[in-house]
């Protein structure tokens, strides 16, 4: 079984609103929505689970019935890791089913990325993660913001979702390895010492992080038909 798994219980404080981001308007629909209609396309997953707060004001006042595979969990934690490894423990999966985590915040996901990341990692031992090669020239930084050094671009990619695990090894990983430094479910299955799969993503799977960043995604959502059908 492939289930996605959508973490969606933070503030969004870098967005400088008071309303979290997953649910501040992007083309006239809740930023959440743009996300689940991507996800919904996608043939090959069997559930679409959403990890909101406990305490989430803002769910119930839209209408999600037309995602027919949608469910909901109100587990989410302090953290995103901490809201993947609620959501793992309490969405009733298999251990060896397939979780795809993929970030509330990026809207502007291709459903076909997704399918082929399932094709490709289906039989895979481990997994692997939505990735795309560094294009920019890197500089490392020093006290006053002046530069240390150039840092050597070859074979660093930006790590995208969905993160494609398997629900216990995810769960086991999560629960030994929670910090400050697993900012991704890739890098707590990296911490158990094995090596998930990069799988080729796309520049525009752009996450949401600063407010300028809804301008740009309504931009890409125009450009390839703004996730309209489901």
């Known amino acids: 079984m492939n289930i996605a798994l959508v973490p969606a219980a933070g503030s969004g404080s870098r ?12 083309a006239s629909k809740p930023l959440i929505w743009h996300t689940l209609s991507a996800l919904a396309k996608v043939a090959e997953l069997d559930r679409i689970v959403v990890v909101i707060s406990p305490e989430d004001e803002w769910w119930d006042s ?19 890791a901490e809201s993947v490894l609620n959501g ?35 039989n895979h031992p481990i997994g692997g993660i939505l990735a795309v090669p560094v294009a920019d020239t890197l500089k490392l930084a020093q006290a006053g913001q002046h530069i240390a050094h150039t840092h050597p671009r ?10 494609m695990f398997r629900v216990a090894q995810l769960a086991h990983a999560l629960a030994a ?19 998930p799969k990069l799988v080729m993503g796309s520049p525009w799977n752009l996450k949401v992080t600063y407010p300028q960043d809804l301008r740009l995604a309504k931009l ?3 450009a390839t038909g703004d996730n309209s059908e489901i």
């Not at 839209?62 to 995103?80: H, I, N, Q, T, Y």
């Not at 430094?181 to 890739?186: F, P, Q, Y």
């Open 15 to 26: 967005m400088a609103s008071v309303t979290p981001k997953q649910y501040l308007d992007l």
């Open 62 to 80: 839209f209408d999600w019935s037309e995602f027919k595979r949608l469910e909901v969990l109100r587990c989410g934690g302090a953290s995103r």
């Open 88 to 122: 793992l423990q309490t969405l009733q999966a298999g251990p060896e089913d397939w979780a795809l985590v993929h970030d509330a915040a990026r809207p502007c996901l291709d459903p076909a990325l997704v399918s082929q990341m399932i094709i490709e990692l289906v």
């Open 154 to 163: 070859n074979g660093l990619w930006q790590a995208q979702t969905p993160q």
């Open 177 to 195: 390895g929670m910090g400050p430094d697993i900012t991704d479910e890739a890098s707590a299955i990296e911490k158990l010492g094995l090596q």
């Open 220 to 222: 890409i959502l125009a």
